[in-house]
T-cell receptor, first 113, second 116 residues
Framework: AQSVSQHNHHVILSEAASLELGCNYS??????LFWYVQYPGQHLQLLLK??????LVKGIKGFEAEFIKSKFSFNLRKPSVQWSDTAEYFC???????????FGKGNQVVVIP | GAVVSQHPSRVICKSGTSVKIECRSL??????MFWYRQFPKKSLMLMAT?????????EQGVEKDKFLINHASLTLSTLTVTSAHPEDSSFYIC????????????FGPGTRLTVL
């Protein structure tokens, strides 16, 4: 079955540490890839997205993600996190030409000051 | 830009009653709106997709008669949970997308439904 996998649901790290969240998908066709963030008490916001072109995508707040087609992956990274990055992060995928989003289970990230 | 609101933000109802949740796109016309359900510590599960003026397309396993979706205008979609039961308690989130904008969806803040 088609799916989106996120590992390490709970991540705890200190400020200034580097963050990497893994995302793998099992769709066989051309995909559009997204990372969304949900800060405590707030709605989902788009961090970054990939449709085509440069597989290294820069997003808001210093986040970036790399699409590796051969690995069916779209990992999210930030070199140095801040306390304000405490949030839940969701990877999501749509098939090209299809607007239905499939979400991973999310990563709960807690940054300790 | 691209703000989506939901009303109410929280609702508590008795078992057997029906609850209507509104989703509005405030500053854009949403050609397509989506309804998701989010369980604690789990991902968002797409329930249905609706296009303005058309019947909603439900995902497998979602009861059409229980979760009634209406998308009467380009700025409003409603989800009615009919004859609600405690197992329907959940966080319901809507989103809207703009035709031709590379499928990006803009999410509402969600509605917490508790059925007693």
């Amino acid at each position: 079955a088609q799916s989106v996998s996120q590992h390490n649901h709970h991540v705890i790290l200190s400020e200034a540490a580097s963050l990497e969240l893994g995302c793998n998908y099992s769709y066989g066709g051309t995909v559009n890839l997204f990372w969304y963030v949900q800060y405590p008490g707030q709605h989902l916001q788009l961090l970054l997205k990939y449709f085509s072109g440069d597989p290294l995508v820069k997003g808001i707040k210093g986040f970036e993600a790399e699409f590796i087609k051969s690995k069916f992956s779209f990992n999210l990274r930030k070199p140095s996190v801040q306390w304000s990055d405490t949030a839940e992060y969701f990877c999501a995928v749509t098939l090209y030409g299809n607007n239905r989003l499939a979400f991973g289970k999310g990563n709960q990230v807690v940054v300790i000051p | 830009g691209a703000v989506v609101s939901q009303h109410p933000s929280r609702v508590i109802c008795k078992s057997g009653t029906s609850v209507k949740i509104e989703c509005r796109s405030l500053d854009f016309q949403a050609t397509t709106m989506f309804w998701y359900r989010q369980f604690p510590k789990k991902s968002l599960m797409l329930m249905a997709t609706s296009n303005e003026g058309s019947k909603a397309t439900y995902e497998q396993g979602v009861e059409k008669d229980k979760f009634l979706i209406n998308h009467a205008s380009l700025t409003l979609s409603t989800l009615t949970v009919t004859s609600a039961h405690p197992e329907d308690s959940s966080f319901y989130i809507c989103s809207g997308s703009i035709q031709g904008l590379n499928n990006e969806q803009f999410f509402g803040p969600g509605t917490r439904l508790t059925v007693l």
